[in-house]
């Protein structure tokens, strides 16, 4: 078997080998459950309840950039900008109930870096803003009044791509791969891990959820993604691998079951080798400098694993549906959303073209889409789900 084969091969075994390796049992087979393979079409007709996100500069609903949405339990959004750290929340009618957060140096002010901001609204409608700069937690009550500050720790910098609060804790939990800066291990990290940091004190206390599959190595293009979303009971979802596979884990920890497809990974050829090569290029050629000098570097050298990963993102709604957006064979393409349940229930699947994945999820369906309009003005829309698939 040659190198890539090898690593192809590791991709398929998924997690069961981490955890195992992390002192968890092995899955037996009857907890691999096998959704359909067909899929079966939903309608995406969601209603619209408003829009916000203004051209002009005088407007409250001026974005910058919006970095992170979230609901709080009676529907409310909450908007942070990512360029002011200014967080907007906004009534059910899309009216501005009040403002809070700013840069600076005082109680409840973040860091002058732009867009290092994380935001997550918990189940006592407290909210939690992670400053990747400061290496902490900013908490807000539910009337933006600032609480405390909560250290992080650890590296001079850590880098927390997305958070999501657990219903049962006052905890949130990273959604992607946590990455620290100005930190060399003793070997390199066999795992991408998801994590869970306690906001109850004046120090997080941090332990780790799930260990998801690494891939060797770091110069290698179309890496599968390493997405998680929180179930409703404590446990989580996410994705590893180049297949179709949703690992499960209860809320005590521990991998409980793996939802499938019997749908096929596309083999990576040299057309869409050469397609995406031609692309990076273009778009290097408009950033110039030294980033662009970087990436022309790595594209000389870059591997490639064999397959474009089936999966390519992944998210869970309040009441624990979960989102997957899967791939396509086109380059720069999605394709389908699907939609299954933590206990292995196929809900069905939105059409390639029907539906961005949302941004965030709220009470009774509600959703919000982080969108750009022609004028490249950044917006928020907010819609309702019909029942059925929340």
Same mark, same amino acid.
């Given at each position: 078997m040659g190198t890539m084969d090898l690593r192809i091969q590791m991709s398929r075994v998924l997690v069961v080998g981490a955890v195992c390796a992390a002192g968890v049992p092995p899955l037996s087979a009857q907890e691999v459950t096998e959704l359909p393979a067909e899929d079966r079409i939903l309608s995406a007709d969601f209603d619209v309840l408003y829009r916000v996100g203004s051209l002009l500069g005088d407007e409250w609903d001026a974005f910058g950039q919006v970095a992170d949405v979230d609901f709080d339990g009676a529907g409310n959004l909450h908007i942070l900008d990512g360029q002011t750290a200014r967080i907007s929340v906004v009534d059910l009618q899309g009216n501005l109930m009040r403002r809070f957060g700013r840069v600076g140096e005082g109680p409840g002010e973040f860091s002058g870096a732009r867009n290092v901001w994380t935001l997550a609204v918990c189940s @006592?409608? $407290? +909210?939690?803003?992670?400053? #990747?700069? $400061? $290496? #902490?937690? +900013?908490?807000?009550?539910?009337?933006?009044e600032f609480e405390r500050g909560i250290r992080l720790g650890g590296p001079r910098f850590v880098s927390i791509p997305g958070l999501q609060c657990e219903a049962l804790s006052q905890s949130v939990v990273s959604t992607g791969e946590v990455e620290y800066l100005g930190w060399t291990p003793l070997s390199e990290p066999s795992f991408r891990h998801v994590m $869970?940091?306690?906001? !109850?004190?004046?120090? #997080? +206390?941090? @332990?780790?959820? #799930?260990?998801?599959?690494?891939?060797?190595? !770091?110069?290698?293009?179309f890496v599968p993604v390493f997405r998680v979303g929180v179930l409703p009971d404590g446990g989580v979802a996410f994705t590893d691998s180049s297949t179709y596979a949703i690992k499960i884990t209860g809320a005590e920890g521990g991998l409980s079951r793996i939802l499938t497809r019997p749908i096929r990974p596309a083999p990576l050829t040299d057309k869409f080798k050469a397609e995406y090569v031609e692309q990076e290029l273009e778009e290097i050629e408009s950033l110039g400098g030294p980033a662009a000098d970087f990436r022309r570097t790595q594209l000389e050298s870059i591997e490639y694993f064999d397959e474009i990963p089936l999966i390519r993102d992944l998210r869970t709604s309040r009441e624990g549906t979960i989102w997957v957006r899967r791939g396509s064979d086109e380059l720069g393409i999605d394709g389908p959303v699907d939609l299954i349940t933590a206990d292995g229930r196929y809900l069905g699947t939105f059409a390639r073209d029907a539906t961005d994945m949302p941004s965030a999820f709220g009470p009774d369906g509600l959703v919000a889409f982080v969108e750009r309009n022609n004028l490249d003005v950044p917006t928020v829309v907010v819609k309702r789900l019909p029942s059925g698939v929340w």
């Open positions: @006592d409608d $407290r +909210v939690a803003v992670y400053d #990747a700069w $400061r $290496r #902490a937690f +900013v908490l807000f009550g539910p009337d933006g $869970r940091y306690g906001l !109850s004190g004046d120090n #997080a +206390v941090i @332990d780790t959820v #799930a260990a998801g599959w690494k891939p060797p190595g !770091s110069g290698f293009d």
